[in-house]
T-cell receptor, first 113, second 118 residues
Framework: GQQVMQIPQYQHVQEGEDFTTYCNSS?????IQWYKQRPGGHPVFLIQ?????EVKKQKRLTFQFGEAKKNSSLHITATQTTDVGTYFC?????????????FGQGTILTVHP | GAVVSQHPSRVICKSGTSVKIECRSL??????MFWYRQFPKQSLMLMAT?????????EQGVEKDKFLINHASLTLSTLTVTSAHPEDSSFYIC??????????????FGPGTRLTVL
């Protein structure tokens, strides 16, 4: 079945440093979504990427979708302590625009002040 | 977006008992809801897709007789963990998908239910 791999599993940064997490799918994706889960909380939707090579920005966050629609990345510029949490990518299989998502393992981000 | 609630938020039960978890879509009629399980510091694992008015679709390896899902209305799905055992202790989260246009489907998650089986 479809597998979504995410690296790194853990990332510790000093406040102000940049952070990147990468996501790779074993199959071509219809779309990919990114979620953030704060400690003790539930996943909260950040963004969805649909088009090959798509790049979207949300303030200090930059999301990319690979040309082959099999990989994606999330980059945070100048991290802040409020960025702490686990970031998950979640892919939807190619050919479907509705239905289940397969989540990556997540990257746990710790930001040291 | 969609607002999703879950009840209870936490439950502690004895081994062998059954526990029912409710997932409600408060402002959106959801024909489909998803149930996930998350172990500490791990990813979300899809357990089943709950379909209103029909049987749930279970993922491979998930026992349908142990995790009973009922989606009796467009706003309520329930997950019952039958004869719970300590290894069933986990964080159970439901979600609904809101269609926002062609190819655009955002998932809204409930706050989750933390189950501890003693």
């Amino acid at each position: 079945g479809q597998q979504v791999m995410q690296i790194p599993q853990y990332q510790h940064v000093q406040e102000g440093e940049d952070f990147t997490t990468y996501c790779n799918s074993s199959t071509t994706l219809s779309n990919i979504q990114w979620y953030k889960q704060r400690p003790g909380g539930h996943p909260v939707f950040l963004i969805q990427l649909v088009k090959s090579g798509e790049v979207k920005k949300q303030k200090r966050l930059t999301f990319q979708f690979g040309e082959a629609k099999k990989n994606s990345s999330l980059h945070i510029t100048a991290t802040q302590t409020t960025d702490v949490g686990t970031y998950f990518c979640a892919g939807r299989a190619g050919g479907t625009s509705y239905g289940k998502l397969t989540f990556g393992q997540g990257t746990i981000l710790t930001v040291h002040p | 977006g969609a607002v999703v609630s879950q009840h209870p938020s936490r439950v502690i039960c004895k081994s062998g008992t059954s526990v029912k978890i409710e997932c409600r879509s408060l402002d959106f009629q959801a024909t489909t809801m998803f149930w996930y399980r998350q172990f500490p510091k791990q990813s979300l694992m899809l357990m089943a897709t709950s379909n209103e008015g029909s049987k749930a679709t279970y993922e491979q390896g998930v026992e349908k007789d142990k995790f009973l899902i009922n989606h009796a209305s467009l706003t309520l799905s329930t997950l019952t963990v039958t004869s719970a055992h300590p290894e069933d202790s986990s964080f159970y989260i439901c979600s609904v998908t809101l269609a926002g246009g062609p190819g655009y489907n955002e998932q809204f998650f409930g706050p989750g239910t933390r189950l501890t089986v003693l």
